[in-house]
């Protein structure tokens, strides 16, 4: 039964009480109702309470004629007016307590969806959700960064807005595809290349259809370049196992074969004895070179030749004793 508005209550029920005004005013109950028509929840409160309270005051009437008399007309109409008033309060106090409950459900629902806005803008990894056809249903901060785009400038737009200043083949394959998938992607901006992990979920319908997509955007950048960090040491590790090996022992050996030259004194002239020295100087100094090599443990290079980088034994050094 759809609810009824006051005025509609007020047509059904002279249709069954014409004299309604006369009966109303003959109460304080018509005054009552007058009082709380801005307040509904006191009105139904009231309608309900009066229809109980006549109901009893009406107990000892028979309905049924005891010795040839009749129920006045007057308290049939009455109670059928109540009757009506009564059901249709009820009706308004249900859908009423119903409204209030729904209100109270958004609300539940307005909060979570915020809360959960915020999870997602805190997120460390960009979140890029997508309808069926390719439209941007949500981003959060760490992907509108990640494409140099606003959120409330995106939202609703084609997928292409988010890809607006570069847009990679495989971003475009990504946004489309109707599989799951995991790649990475590289790219290019103005700091400096950018190395993303991309993971594809699909939001599927009942029937199996995709109805949206998911896509999950993660830095590792630093992670890569760590790799690459960690392969450059591995290959100067090995280099500096070599320079011990091929490197420090024939250098012991001359070495040694320079200071017993050096050790015969008178016999050898200045000249001879300035070179010796110069010699075992220059491999004392190898030998305090491959030493360091032995210390790097993080990789720092310079280019000393544009485009062919060296290792900077001395700021390898530097940036371990700082740390």
């Not at 999870?119 to 509108?144: H, Q, S």
């Not at 799951?180 to 992607?185: A, F, I, N, T, W």
């Not at 250098?251 to 010796?276: C, F, H, P």
Request: glycine share 6%.
């Amino acid at each position: 039964m759809a609810t009824k508005s006051l005025q509609e209550w007020e047509e059904e029920l002279r249709k069954v009480v014409p004299n309604l005004g006369d009966l109303l005013n003959h109460y304080d109950f018509g005054i009552r109702v007058l009082q709380h028509l801005d307040d509904p929840q006191k009105l139904l409160q009231l309608l309900l309470e009066e229809y109980e309270r006549q109901l009893e005051a009406l107990g000892n009437v028979p309905l049924v004629p005891e010795e040839g008399e009749e129920v006045l007309e007057e308290e049939k109409k009455r109670l059928k007016a109540l009757v009506m008033f009564a059901t249709y309060a009820a009706e308004a106090k249900y859908q009423a307590e119903l409204n209030e409950q729904r209100m109270k459900q958004n609300e539940e629902l307005k909060r979570l969806n915020a809360r959960l806005h915020k999870v997602l803008d805190t997120a460390p990894v960009g979140i890029l959700v997508l309808t069926g056809d390719g439209g941007v249903e949500n981003i959060n901060r760490t992907a509108a960064e990640l494409f140099g785009c606003k959120p409330e400038e995106v939202h609703g737009k084609p997928y292409q807005a988010v890809l607006s200043g570069f847009s990679p083949q495989e971003f475009s394959e990504l946004f489309t595809s109707d599989e799951e998938q995991r790649r990475e992607v590289t790219v290019h901006k103005e700091n400096g290349p950018v190395v993303l992990l991309v993971t594809l979920g699909l939001l599927r319908g009942e029937g199996g259809e995709v109805e949206g997509r998911v896509v999950v955007l993660t830095d590792i950048t630093l992670q890569r370049q760590l790799e690459q960090d960690r392969v450059r040491l591995e290959a100067v590790t090995q280099t500096v196992r070599a320079l011990n090996h091929e490197i420090n022992n024939p250098l012991a050996i001359i070495s040694g074969k320079v200071q017993l030259l050096l050790m015969k004194g008178e016999e050898l002239s200045e000249d001879v004895r300035r070179d010796l020295e110069s010699v075992e100087q220059a491999a004392r100094r190898i030998g305090n070179v491959v030493n360091k090599l032995t210390r790097v443990t993080k990789v720092v290079t310079t280019q000393l030749i544009k485009g062919l980088p060296m290792l900077d034994v001395e700021r390898c050094l530097a940036q371990e004793d700082a740390e």
